[in-house]
C-alpha cells in the first residue's frame, strides 16, 4: 500500500525565515512525488514535481523540494518565507501505473510579521 | 487555456436532499478527479473517471456517485444528504489515459462549498 505522510500538521515561522515542511512517503514501486499549494477558498495548485533526474527541484517563487530515496522522503524548503507564502501545503505521489494520486494530510503554514 | 470550472461555487441544502455537482476538467484533459475536504479529515479521494469509466474509488458509501460525459465534463451525486457531508467538494482534471501519464499532475477547479443544515 501506498501512503504520504506529512509530519507537521502547522508551521508557523517568522517572516524573512527559513522554513522546511517534511513529507514522508511509502511505496513499494517507484514513484513520482508533487507538493501542491492551497490558499484560501481556492482549489490546490501544483508548485513542484519530481519525475525523475535530478533530485533537487525547484518553483517559480523560491521553494525547493529534495527527493531522497534512501529516507523515502521529499521535504519542502524556502530559504526566506513572506507573508504571502501562508497557505496550506499537501505532499502527494503517483506511481507508474497508477490513476490515482495519494495525498498527504497537509501542513498549515503560517508567516507572522 | 481555460482551468477547471466547477458549478456552483457555494450550495446549501437540507439533510435527506440531493444535490449534483458540475466539473468541465481543462481541454484535452480526459481523466477527471473528485475529493472531498473537510477540516477533520483532509483531503479525501472520491473517484476517478477516465473516458466516462470509473477506474477509481475511494473509500464512500453508495450514496456518493458521479458520472462522465463524451466531452469530459462529470457530475457527482451525493443522495439522502447527512450533516457529515458539509464539505468543500474538489475536482481535478489531468490528461490521463495509459501509464505514460500516470506522471502528469492534476488540475484544480476551485470547489463546491456545500452546507447541510
Known amino acids: 500500500a501506498q501512503s504520504v505522510t506529512q509530519l507537521d500538521s502547522q508551521v508557523p515561522v517568522f517572516e524573512e525565515a527559513p522554513v522546511e515542511l517534511r513529507c514522508n512517503y511509502s511505496s513499494s514501486v517507484s514513484v513520482y512525488l508533487f507538493w501542491y499549494v492551497q490558499y484560501p477558498n481556492q482549489g490546490l495548485q501544483l508548485l513542484l514535481k519530481y519525475l525523475s533526474g535530478s533530485t533537487l527541484v525547484e518553483s517559480i517563487n523560491g521553494f525547493e523540494a529534495e527527493f531522497n530515496k534512501s529516507q523515502t522522503s521529499f521535504h519542502l524548503r524556502k530559504p526566506s518565507v513572506h507573508i504571502s507564502d501562508t497557505a496550506e501545503y499537501f505532499c502527494?505521489?503517483?506511481?507508474?501505473?497508477?490513476?490515482?494520486?495519494?495525498f498527504g494530510a497537509g501542513t498549515r503554514l503560517f508567516v507572522k510579521a | 487555456k481555460a482551468g477547471v470550472t466547477q458549478t456552483p461555487r457555494y450550495l446549501i441544502k437540507t439533510r435527506g436532499q440531493q444535490v449534483t455537482l458540475s466539473c468541465s476538467p481543462i481541454?484535452?484533459?480526459?481523466?477527471v478527479s473528485w475529493y472531498q475536504q473537510t477540516p477533520g479529515q483532509g483531503l479525501q479521494f472520491l473517484f476517478e473517471?477516465?473516458?466516462?469509466?470509473?477506474?477509481n474509488k475511494g473509500n464512500f458509501p453508495g450514496r456518493f456517485s458521479g458520472r462522465q460525459f463524451s466531452n469530459s465534463r462529470s457530475e457527482m451525486n451525493v443522495s439522502t444528504l447527512e450533516l457529515g457531508d458539509s464539505a468543500l467538494y474538489l475536482c481535478?482534471?489531468?490528461?490521463?489515459?495509459?501509464?505514460?501519464?500516470?506522471?502528469?499532475?492534476?488540475?484544480f477547479g476551485d470547489g463546491t462549498r456545500l452546507s447541510i443544515l
Open positions: 481535478a482534471s489531468s490528461l490521463g489515459g495509459s501509464q505514460l501519464y500516470s506522471n502528469q499532475p492534476q488540475h
Open positions: 502527494a505521489l503517483s506511481n507508474t501505473g497508477g490513476f490515482k494520486t495519494i
Open positions: 481541454s484535452g484533459h480526459r481523466s
Open positions: 473517471y477516465f473516458s466516462e469509466t470509473q477506474r
